[in-house]
C-alpha cells in the first residue's frame, strides 16, 4: 500500500481537524452499536451450543388438550416408587433411535447449603435420578473432582464454581479434603462428587447445585433423550410415542391425549414458551427488532459519514480533478476514498473498546445475557471489533465513492450541478433524508413502547398488588406461623391459597349442567377468606362464606350465560361440571361438579400479553396449600417488620429458609423482557439523536465556513441572525416531508407488530409519526440556530479580510 496516500489521508483529518472529529466520534458511536447488537445477537442463537452434542439432544414435549408441558408426567402421579418414576425412561432407552435418556427436576425454592465449616442459602437446585446419563449427554466441566463419581447415583452432589467458592472460598481447588466431603441439603446429607464451571446463561436450564437421588420429589420430570445420528427427529418422535403408549395405555386411550413431541435443545430458547419452563424462552419479535435497530444506527451512521465526507471532498475536487487527468482512474479515486474511511473507523477501535469496557456490564445486566469483553485476552472479540471496523469504514465509504469519484473529469472544474440519483434529488439531499427517516421511525418506537409500557403500568390488574406479601413455610407450621403473625402490628390479613401475578398454568375442561359445549380455557385458583380480603376481589358475595364455595370470573359467566341464554347473574345456583371426561370408576359421577356461588370480577392474572379468560375461584375458609402464607400489610414492607416475620419463622425450626416474595414485585417480573426493550430502545433512541446532531453540526459548519464572504456581506448589508437562521435552514422542511413519507408506513408497521405481542395495548394514533417529524426538524434547527447564531456574532469585515 502506497505509504504516501497513507499521510496524504493522515494530514486530510488534520487539516479538517472539527470534521474529522465529529466522524471519528460518530463512527465510534455507531462501532459501539454493532458490536453490542451483533454480539447480543450471537448470544441469542448460540443457546445450548456449548454441548457437545446439541445437534442430538431432545427434550420430550407433553401435549395434553391446546396446552404444551415442558415437563412429563409420570405414569400414575399419584405412585412415588423408583420404578414407576424410571417406567418412561426405562422404555424409552430400549426404543430403535435413542442412545440414552435422562430426567431431572429444578425448583425455585431456596434451600440451606451446610458443609463441617459453613451454611449459606442457595437457590438453583437441580434433582435427577439418572445421573449418568445427565452427564454423558450434556457437557459440564469439572474443576475438581470427577463426574464420573457423579453417575454412580445414591446421595451425590455437584456444586458450580460459585456455589464452591461460597462455601470453601476461592482457592476451593487447592484443598483435598473438598472433593467427598459430606454436604446436607434439605436435612439429607450428599458426598461432594465433583465441582464444575457455572453454567452459562446462554442455556435454556440453569443451576447452581445439581443432586442425585433415587426418587424425585415431583409429580414429573424434564425429560431428555440423545437420539442416534442415522435417525430422523420425526422417527425419533413415532419410537417415543409408542414407548409411552405401551407403558400407559391408559394415557393413549385418553381422547384429550395430542401425543408427545420433540424440541432440538438448539431450538428451545426462542421456541413458543411451554408451560413451565424452567427458565423464561427468548421473544423472536423482540431479537429482531434489536437487530433492525442495529442496522438502522449502522445505516444513520454511514449516511453522517457521507454528508459530511462529501461536503469536505466537494471543497477539494479540483484535486481529485488534477489526479483524474494525470491519469488516475476512477477506480483510483474510488480506492483513495475507500481507504479514508477505512483508515477512520481503524483508529475508532481505540475509544470503541474503552467505552465497550465500560458499557458491557451494565448491557449485560440490562438485557440479562453474558457478553464477554476482554479485549485483549479475547481474540474473538478483537477479530469481530476489526469485522465491524471494515464493514462501518466500507459501508460509509459508499457515498463519497459515488459523490465524488464517478464525476465526469470536467465536472471538476466547472459549475455542475450534483449528482443526481433518484427522485431527481442530489445525493446529499438524499442522504439527509436518510437520516431523517431512521430518526422518525426510531423515536417514532420509542414513543409507542414507553407509552405502552407506562399503559401497562397503570391498568388496574383487578385486586391489590401493593403492600401483598408471600411468604413460604411447610404445611406442618403453616398455622402456627400465621397465628405469630396475626398477633403483629401492621399486619391486616393473613391468608392462603393461590398466588396471582404468576406465569401461565394448565388449564381445565368444563361445561354447564344441562349443556353439551364442552370448553377448555378455565384455570382453577383456591384460596381462603382471608386471603380473599387480602386480595380485595370484587364479587357478588355478601359475606366471607363459612364453608367452601366456589366463584366464576365475569368472563366464564358471560361465556356460560350466553350458552344457556341469560344473564351472568342467574347462573348462581347452577351446576358447572369440570373435567366432564372423566367418570368415576367406582361411582359412575361423570366429572367434578361444583355449584356457583357467585361472580367475582375480571382480574389480570397473568401479563397483558394474554387475553383475560375464564377462572373459578374455590374459597376454602380452612386451606392449606403449598406451604404459602398471604399477608396483607396496612403500609410497605419495612425492615423493621421484615425482621419481625423472620423472628417468627426462625422460631418454627424449619429445614429451609424464610422466603419472601412481594405481589408487586412478581407482577413486575412478567413484563422484564418489555422493560428492557424498552430501555434498549431508548438509549438507541439518544444515540441516534446523537449521530443526528453530529451531523447537522458537520453540515452546518461546513456550510458556514464555505459561505463565510457570502455570509460577510449580507452582514454588512443589514442581515441580522434571524436572517442567517433563515438561509441556513432554508430545505430542511421539503425534505423532512419526504422522509416521513417514507418513515410513517415503516415505523407504524414496526409498532404495530410490536403492540400485537400485547392482548391489552394502546390504540396506535396516527399523529405520533408527523409529530415525531415535526420533533426531529425542532432538534434540527435548535442545533442550526445555535451554530449560526455564534457565526453572526463574528465582524463581518473580518470575515471577508479572511475569505
Known amino acids: 500500500m502506497n505509504l504516501l496516500l497513507i499521510k496524504s489521508i493522515l494530514r486530510g483529518y488534520l487539516r479538517n481537524g472539527t470534521f474529522s472529529f465529529l466522524n471519528l466520534v460518530s463512527l465510534t458511536l455507531v462501532m459501539v452499536v454493532s458490536y453490542l447488537g451483533l454480539c447480543y445477537l450471537l448470544f441469542e442463537y448460540s443457546y445450548d451450543s456449548q454441548h457437545e452434542k446439541s445437534a442430538s439432544l431432545y427434550r420430550v414435549v407433553f401435549n395434553y388438550r391446546e396446552q404444551a408441558y415442558s415437563i412429563v408426567g409420570f405414569p400414575s402421579q399419584t405412585t412415588p416408587g423408583l420404578n414407576e418414576q424410571l417406567a418412561y425412561v426405562n422404555a424409552l432407552r430400549e426404543s430403535h433411535g435413542v442412545e440414552a435418556v435422562c430426567q431431572f427436576i429444578t425448583q425455585p425454592y431456596t434451600e440451606y447449603v451446610q458443609t463441617t465449616e459453613k451454611q449459606i442459602p442457595q437457590d438453583g437446585f437441580l434433582t435427577t435420578n439418572t445421573p449418568g446419563d445427565f452427564v454423558a449427554m450434556f457437557t459440564w466441566r469439572p474443576t475438581l473432582g470427577s463426574l464420573t463419581d457423579f453417575a454412580q447415583g445414591g446421595n451425590r452432589i455437584l456444586l458450580t464454581e460459585a456455589v464452591a467458592r461460597k462455601l470453601y472460598g476461592d482457592a476451593y481447588d487447592t484443598r483435598s479434603d473438598v472433593v467427598g466431603s459430606d454436604i446436607r441439603v434439605g436435612g439429607i446429607t450428599y458426598v461432594l462428587a465433583a465441582v464444575v464451571e457455572d453454567a452459562p446463561r446462554n442455556s435454556h436450564f440453569e443451576f447452581a447445585v445439581a443432586l442425585s437421588t433415587d426418587r424425585l420429589n415431583y409429580w414429573g420430570s424434564r425429560l431428555y433423550v440423545e437420539k442416534s445420528q442415522n435417525v430422523s427427529a420425526e422417527h425419533l418422535k413415532k419410537s417415543i410415542n409408542q414407548a409411552i403408549a405401551a407403558v400407559n395405555p391408559r394415557l393413549a386411550r385418553d381422547e384429550l391425549y395430542q401425543g408427545h413431541t420433540v424440541q432440538n435443545i438448539g431450538s428451545i430458547h426462542l421456541a413458543n414458551p411451554l408451560l413451565y419452563e424452567a427458565k423464561q424462552p427468548g421473544n423472536g419479535r423482540y431479537i429482531l427488532l434489536v437487530a433492525t435497530f442495529t442496522a438502522f444506527i449502522l445505516v444513520l451512521g454511514a449516511f453522517n459519514y457521507s454528508t459530511i465526507s462529501t461536503a469536505i471532498y466537494s471543497k477539494n475536487e479540483k484535486s481529485f480533478g488534477v489526479k483524474r487527468i494525470v491519469g488516475a482512474s476512477s477506480r483510483d479515486v474510488s480506492f483513495q476514498l475507500w481507504l479514508n474511511g477505512i483508515i477512520l473507523s481503524l483508529m475508532c477501535m481505540v475509544p470503541t473498546v474503552v467505552v465497550l469496557s465500560l458499557i458491557v456490564p451494565g448491557f449485560n445486566q440490562l438485557m440479562g445475557v453474558s457478553l464477554p469483553f476482554h479485549p485483549f485476552r479475547d481474540g474473538p472479540m478483537l477479530l469481530i471489533l476489526l469485522v465491524l ?301 446523537a449521530i443526528s446532531g453530529i451531523g447537522v453540526i458537520g453540515i452546518t459548519l461546513f456550510a458556514l465556513r464555505t459561505r463565510i464572504k457570502e455570509i460577510g456581506i449580507r452582514k454588512v448589508l443589514g442581515a441580522d441572525a434571524v436572517d442567517l437562521i433563515k438561509l441556513m435552514s432554508k430545505g430542511y422542511m421539503p425534505l423532512i416531508l419526504i422522509s416521513l413519507a417514507v418513515a410513517w408506513p415503516l415505523a407504524y408497521f414496526l409498532a404495530q407488530g410490536w403492540l400485537q405481542e400485547f392482548a391489552y395495548r394502546i390504540p396506535l394514533s396516527q399523529w405520533i409519526f408527523p409529530a415525531m417529524a415535526l420533533l426531529s426538524l425542532f432538534f434540527t434547527l435548535a442545533l442550526i440556530i445555535a451554530i449560526t447564531r455564534a457565526a453572526a456574532r463574528a465582524n463581518p469585515v473580518d470575515s471577508i479580510r479572511n475569505e
Request: glycine share 6%; aromatic share 10%; no cysteine.
Open 389 to 689: 471496523a471494515l464493514a462501518v469504514g466500507s459501508l460509509a465509504s459508499l457515498g463519497p465513492i459515488v459523490m465524488v469519484a464517478h464525476k465526469p473529469v470536467l465536472g471538476f472544474f466547472r459549475n455542475i450541478h450534483p449528482i443526481r440519483t433518484v427522485w431527481h434529488m442530489p445525493l446529499r439531499n438524499q442522504l439527509v433524508v436518510g437520516q431523517f427517516i431512521v430518526l422518525i421511525v426510531i423515536s417514532s418506537l420509542s414513543y409507542v413502547v414507553l407509552t405502552q409500557l407506562a399503559f401497562v403500568a397503570s391498568t388496574n390488574v383487578g385486586y391489590q398488588t401493593k403492600n401483598i406479601v408471600y411468604a413460604y413455610t411447610s404445611e406442618t407450621n403453616m398455622a402456627a406461623f400465621q397465628r405469630a403473625l396475626r398477633s403483629m402490628p401492621g399486619i391486616a390479613h393473613v391468608g392462603n391459597g393461590s398466588s396471582f401475578g404468576t406465569e401461565s398454568f394448565n388449564t381445565t375442561t368444563y361445561r354447564l349442567e344441562g349443556t353439551d359445549e364442552i370448553f377448555d380455557d378455565a384455570r382453577d385458583l383456591y384460596i381462603d377468606t382471608a386471603a380473599l380480603k387480602a386480595y380485595g376481589l370484587t364479587t357478588t358475595l355478601l359475606a366471607p362464606p363459612a364453608t367452601r364455595v366456589t366463584l366464576i370470573s365475569r368472563t366464564a359467566a358471560d361465556k356460560l350465560a350466553q350458552v344457556k341464554g341469560t344473564t351472568a347473574e342467574a347462573l348462581i345456583g347452577s351446576v358447572v361440571i369440570t373435567e366432564p371426561e372423566y367418570v368415576n370408576p367406582e361411582t359412575g359421577q361423570v366429572g367434578v361438579p361444583f355449584t356457583i356461588g357467585g361472580i367475582f370480577e375480571d382480574i389480570h392474572l397473568f401479563s397483558l400479553h394474554q387475553k383475560v379468560e375464564p377462572y373459578f375461584l374455590t374459597v376454602i375458609p380452612s386451606l392449606r396449600m403449598d406451604g404459602r402464607t398471604i399477608i396483607a400489610l396496612e403500609n410497605e414492607l419495612t425492615g423493621t417488620m421484615e425482621d419481625d416475620i423472620r423472628q417468627a419463622y426462625n422460631k418454627l425450626g424449619e429445614l429451609f429458609p424464610l422466603q419472601i416474595e412481594l405481589l408487586q414485585n412478581n407482577v413486575e417480573r412478567l413484563y422484564q423482557q418489555d422493560r428492557q426493550f424498552g430501555t434498549l430502545l431508548f438509549y438507541l433512541n439518544i444515540i441516534a439523536l
